[in-house]
């Protein structure tokens, strides 16, 4: 019972419920709670009763003893060490081993932390949290909102209801400014239209606030460079009834000046290396810049291409800010910094009211490496990888910077012909990428999208995979023009383009498996030849990606993302330019793979997510098969997680291995040329840097046209009775640079049913199988490992 150890007049606090509310931010109203109420699951307690069950074995008085004993010790050890070198070193791990005790005695056990002390009801906090809401309501324009609660008792368990008749909100009806500035008001008003404040919008003292922002940064970007918020004010008016309010935006003049101060920039000075002190730098002027350097290592052909910044031109916080980012974009300085400082110069009359701007850029190290170990968990045995990777700055002395890598890698995989057996395979390569902060391209083009944080990459890779089925050797090659749209010009960036119009691959088959490649052969009698996809090939396509992502690092955004990865290959051939390459295999196909997915936070460190995952692939101009590494597969750590990696459908195809022979042929892993994926998870903190998630995915691969797996291929009267539905439970170790993620998912539908036929298989669930070493097309519970959220 959670109310056990509550005390004769204490009531446990275990809801509060706001309704009424259709305008407002639920989750906003949820944050002013000045008392919040215990977490319920199911009707239970789980956090109290962890808190509760930890409390049995904390005890103050003993904390206390143990400081006292590490303080005495700490004494003796001080007077024993003699040397006061050593004396610091032993009060300082004394000191870190108290400290870590008192917060012990302040936070409580680990028990106590993971879990939550009970929410005695309070009227008091209650009476607090009522005017909060009023506060907000009224921040919000409801002047005339309703508030009141209801308190349900049941036993010592207290349910609060709050009832909020939001009414009519008051509306933006008329705007005005007091600006005795009139060179200032005229630039207030030529941007006018850009307010975040519009008649018929509702009062938002949040949006008020930012209205103020955007009126500094405006003033700001049109030379005052004195210029500062405080100057800025809002008179709101609400006594002219009719729910209406009206808005005067007052600007003040300086106390020592009737106006404000426009400034224009007289000399641009940009250091490109740290000080160095009693040396003076060499100084080149390009473009009216003056670029100062002890060596001249960057080009300030290319340097000027990223500043905006120039003399003769007003001051500009906007084009202050955007050269900052362009050359932080560059990714060849360690840090950048536009300083600038008033012209005191008695020969000049224009002194008053110019600026000299200083440019500084730090140059980053030339050499970084980067070394990444981890290990992945598949078929009941974990793999080790390795990634080293070493970046060289400036290459050239045009800010091009080369990344060279390699990598190696084992992986658990699943013996087809011994069910009881597991094998490792095995996977190295490296590649080589050259990056330009330019277009390169035949006919010039180097001021192209500047704007746009331009890119042009080379890039050259090798993979050798040995797997248990074959042998494969895979060579690319790539040209990429990689571009990026900001939704204003200092934000970050949400759209990403990839323009790839040169893509070559090269595709070795060094060994097939006797036993896969008669499956394949099988496989292979119909209108599709898996056959062929294992054949040495060459491989053209031209290629165009588009990523839009308005989310953070940690996905803690209300953000959205897709994903839309095209390409079309074979056209070289068909336009004669490489009509034959060392007896190759040529393919000719098109690809378009979109992925979108959804963040919603709920508040507390809990989010709401989902995705809609999809892909066409086909063969063009008689083609018959496309190369393997095109084709789709559906199950794994980041698609349905209840099914093992690239191994479920296509359509409801069963495979089906017996002693005798196989009923039907078996391949493990399963292509599809149609791919339909959702899946939606609940995120929430259990505690510290432990997240907890609940799950639900569904999918699929299938066919265009049918082949010897019988029901593999698409069909739009049964496709959606063929999606394979799965869920579970996820841990997420968040150690803020890297997120750990154990989630364990079982079967709930197999649209291929099991040796009876029955496809509803939840009842088939059986924790054991992610411990055993079961036969994949009959494993109903899968344990993934991996790194990072899967979406």
């Given at each position: 019972?959670?109310?056990?150890?509550l005390?004769e007049?204490?009531q446990?606090l275990?809801?509060?419920?706001?309704?009424g509310?259709?305008?407002?931010s639920?989750?906003d109203?949820?944050a002013?709670?000045q008392?919040?109420?215990n977490?319920?699951f199911?009707?239970?307690?789980p956090?109290?009763?962890i808190?509760?069950?930890?409390?049995?074995f904390?005890s103050?008085s003993?904390?206390?003893?143990?400081?006292?004993?590490?303080r005495?010790?700490?004494?003796?050890?001080?007077?024993e060490?003699?040397?006061?070198?050593?004396s610091?070193?032993?009060?300082?791990r004394?000191?870190?081993?108290?400290?870590?005790?008192?917060?012990?005695?302040e936070k409580?056990?680990l028990?106590m932390?993971?879990?939550e002390?009970p929410?005695?009801?309070?009227?008091l906090l209650?009476?607090r949290?009522?005017e909060q809401?009023?506060?907000y309501?009224?921040?919000k324009?409801?002047f005339?909102?309703?508030?009141?609660?209801?308190?349900?008792e049941k036993?010592?368990?207290?349910y609060?209801?709050l009832?909020?008749?939001e009414?009519?909100?008051?509306?933006?009806?008329?705007?005005?400014y007091?600006?005795p500035?009139?060179?200032?008001?005229?630039v207030?008003?030529?941007?006018e239209g850009?307010s975040?404040l519009?008649a018929?919008d509702?009062y938002?003292?949040?949006?008020?606030s930012?209205?103020r922002?955007?009126l500094?940064?405006?003033?700001?970007?049109?030379?005052y460079?004195?210029?500062i918020?405080?100057?800025i004010e809002?008179?709101v008016?609400?006594?002219f009834?009719g729910?209406?309010?009206?808005?005067?935006t007052?600007?003040q003049?300086?106390?020592?000046?009737?106006?404000?101060?426009?400034?224009?920039?007289r000399?641009?000075?940009?250091?490109?290396?740290?000080?160095?002190?009693?040396?003076?730098?060499?100084?080149?002027e390009?473009?009216?810049?003056k670029?100062?350097a002890?060596?001249?290592?960057f080009?300030?052909n290319i340097?000027?291409?990223k500043v905006?910044?120039?003399?003769?031109?007003?001051?500009?916080?906007?084009?202050?800010?955007l050269?900052?980012?362009?050359?932080?974009e560059?990714?060849?300085?360690?840090f950048?910094?536009?300083?600038?400082?008033?012209?005191?110069?008695?020969t000049?009359?224009l002194?008053?009211n110019?600026l000299d701007?200083?440019?500084?850029?730090?140059p980053?190290?030339?050499?970084?490496?980067?070394?990444e170990?981890?290990?992945?968990?598949?078929?009941r045995?974990?793999?080790?990888?390795?990634?080293?990777?070493?970046k060289i700055?400036?290459?050239?002395g045009?800010?091009?910077n080369?990344e060279?890598?390699?990598?190696?890698?084992l992986?658990?995989?699943?013996?087809?012909s011994?069910?009881?057996?597991?094998v490792?395979?095995?996977?190295f390569?490296?590649d080589?990428?050259?990056t330009?902060p330019?277009?390169?391209?035949?006919?010039g083009?180097?001021?192209?999208l500047?704007d746009?944080?331009?890119?042009?990459?080379?890039?050259?890779?090798y993979t050798?995979?040995?797997?248990?089925e074959f042998q494969r050797?895979?060579h690319?090659?790539?040209?990429?023009?990689?571009?990026?749209?900001y939704?204003?010009p200092?934000?970050?960036?949400t759209?990403?383009?990839v323009?790839?119009?040169?893509?070559?691959?090269?595709?070795?088959?060094?060994?097939?498996?006797?036993?896969?490649?008669?499956?394949?052969?099988?496989?292979?009698?119909?209108?599709?030849?898996?056959?062929e996809?294992?054949?040495?090939g060459?491989?053209?396509f031209i290629g165009?990606?588009?990523i839009?992502?308005?989310?953070?690092?940690i996905?803690s955004r209300?953000?959205?993302?897709?994903?839309?990865?095209?390409?079309?290959?074979?056209?070289?051939s068909?336009?004669?330019?490489m009509?034959?390459?060392?007896?190759?295999r040529?393919?000719?196909y098109?690809?378009i793979n979109p992925d979108y997915r959804r963040?919603?936070?709920?508040?507390?460190?809990?989010?709401f997510v989902y995705r809609?995952?999809?892909?066409?692939?086909s063969?063009?101009?008689?083609?018959?098969a496309?190369?393997?590494?095109?084709?789709f597969?559906?199950g794994g750590?980041?698609?349905?997680?209840?099914?093992t990696?690239?191994r479920?459908?296509p359509?409801s195809y069963?495979?089906?291995?017996?002693?005798?022979?196989?009923v039907r042929p078996y391949?493990?892993?399963?292509?599809?040329?149609v791919l339909?994926?959702?899946?939606?998870?609940?995120?929430?903190?259990m505690?510290?840097?432990?997240?907890g998630?609940?799950?639900v995915?569904?999918?699929?691969?299938?066919m265009?046209?049918?082949?010897?797996?019988?029901?593999s291929?698409?069909?739009?009267?049964?496709?959606?009775?063929e999606?394979a539905?799965?869920?579970?439970?996820?841990?997420?170790?968040?150690?803020?640079?890297?997120i750990?993620?154990?989630?364990?998912?079982?079967?709930?539908?197999?649209?291929?049913?099991?040796?009876?036929?029955?496809k509803?298989?939840?009842?088939?669930?059986?924790?054991?199988?992610?411990?055993?070493?079961t036969?994949?097309?009959?494993?109903?519970t899968?344990?993934n490992?991996?790194?990072g959220?899967?979406f």
């Amino acid at each position: 019972m959670p109310t056990k150890n509550l005390g004769e007049n204490e009531q446990l606090l275990l809801g509060i419920e706001p309704k009424g509310i259709s305008n407002v931010s639920q989750t906003d109203i949820e944050a002013v709670y000045q008392q919040q109420p215990n977490r319920t699951f199911l009707a239970s307690t789980p956090y109290l009763a962890i808190y509760n069950f930890g409390k049995r074995f904390y005890s103050p008085s003993r904390i206390d003893e143990r400081i006292e004993e590490l303080r005495t010790k700490r004494a003796n050890k001080v007077a024993e060490a003699g040397d006061s070198t050593k004396s610091r070193r032993i009060q300082d791990r004394f000191d870190r081993r108290i400290a870590r005790q008192r917060d012990r005695k302040e936070k409580g056990n680990l028990l106590m932390q993971i879990g939550e002390p009970p929410a005695i009801y309070d009227s008091l906090l209650m009476e607090r949290t009522m005017e909060q809401v009023n506060i907000y309501m009224n921040t919000k324009g409801f002047f005339n909102h309703e508030l009141s609660y209801e308190k349900q008792e049941k036993g010592k368990k207290v349910y609060i209801t709050l009832n909020i008749d939001e009414n009519e909100p008051y509306r933006y009806s008329e705007f005005n400014y007091t600006i005795p500035d009139d060179s200032l008001l005229k630039v207030v008003k030529r941007y006018e239209g850009r307010s975040l404040l519009k008649a018929g919008d509702v009062y938002d003292e949040q949006l008020i606030s930012a209205e103020r922002d955007r009126l500094y940064e405006m003033v700001r970007h049109n030379g005052y460079f004195d210029f500062i918020r405080a100057y800025i004010e809002f008179e709101v008016d609400t006594s002219f009834g009719g729910n209406t309010v009206r808005v005067n935006t007052i600007i003040q003049n300086p106390e020592d000046r009737a106006a404000h101060k426009a400034y224009t920039i007289r000399n641009v000075y940009f250091k490109t290396d740290a000080d160095r002190f009693g040396l003076v730098r060499d100084t080149l002027e390009y473009n009216n810049l003056k670029y100062l350097a002890y060596d001249q290592k960057f080009s300030p052909n290319i340097l000027d291409k990223k500043v905006s910044v120039y003399p003769g031109e007003r001051y500009s916080q906007f084009r202050t800010s955007l050269t900052q980012r362009r050359l932080a974009e560059m990714d060849v300085f360690q840090f950048n910094n536009v300083s600038y400082s008033k012209v005191a110069d008695p020969t000049d009359t224009l002194a008053g009211n110019r600026l000299d701007a200083y440019i500084n850029a730090v140059p980053s190290k030339k050499f970084q490496e980067t070394t990444e170990l981890g290990l992945t968990y598949s078929e009941r045995r974990p793999g080790p990888f390795s990634t080293v990777r070493l970046k060289i700055r400036n290459v050239f002395g045009g800010a091009e910077n080369l990344e060279l890598g390699i990598r190696g890698g084992l992986e658990g995989q699943y013996n087809f012909s011994n069910p009881e057996q597991t094998v490792m395979i095995r996977e190295f390569g490296g590649d080589a990428a050259l990056t330009f902060p330019l277009f390169i391209l035949p006919f010039g083009g180097k001021n192209i999208l500047q704007d746009f944080n331009p890119r042009t990459r080379l890039y050259a890779g090798y993979t050798n995979v040995n797997r248990l089925e074959f042998q494969r050797t895979l060579h690319e090659a790539s040209l990429d023009y990689i571009w990026f749209k900001y939704p204003r010009p200092l934000q970050t960036p949400t759209v990403q383009y990839v323009f790839s119009p040169v893509n070559v691959n090269v595709i070795q088959v060094g060994r097939l498996d006797s036993t896969f490649e008669a499956d394949l052969r099988e496989l292979s009698d119909m209108s599709r030849s898996f056959i062929e996809s294992f054949r040495s090939g060459f491989v053209s396509f031209i290629g165009f990606n588009l990523i839009y992502n308005t989310n953070d690092f940690i996905q803690s955004r209300n953000a959205r993302y897709l994903r839309v990865l095209s390409e079309v290959g074979g056209l070289s051939s068909k336009l004669g330019i490489m009509p034959e390459f060392a007896n190759l295999r040529q393919f000719q196909y098109a690809r378009i793979n979109p992925d979108y997915r959804r963040y919603i936070p709920l508040g507390g460190q809990r989010y709401f997510v989902y995705r809609v995952n999809a892909g066409v692939g086909s063969p063009l101009f008689g083609s018959t098969a496309l190369p393997y590494d095109k084709y789709f597969f559906a199950g794994g750590a980041s698609s349905v997680r209840a099914w093992t990696a690239r191994r479920l459908g296509p359509g409801s195809y069963r495979t089906l291995r017996t002693d005798e022979g196989n009923v039907r042929p078996y391949v493990t892993e399963q292509p599809g040329e149609v791919l339909l994926e959702a899946s939606a998870e609940y995120r929430f903190n259990m505690f510290g840097f432990l997240n907890g998630a609940v799950f639900v995915d569904a999918g699929n691969v299938w066919m265009l046209k049918p082949d010897n797996r019988p029901g593999s291929e698409f069909q739009f009267n049964r496709f959606y009775k063929e999606l394979a539905v799965g869920t579970g439970f996820g841990l997420r170790l968040n150690f803020s640079v890297v997120i750990l993620r154990f989630d364990i998912a079982t079967q709930v539908y197999d649209p291929a049913g099991d040796v009876n036929g029955n496809k509803f298989v939840i009842r088939d669930f059986r924790f054991s199988d992610v411990f055993r070493q079961t036969d994949p097309a009959e494993r109903r519970t899968n344990l993934n490992i991996g790194i990072g959220y899967p979406f």
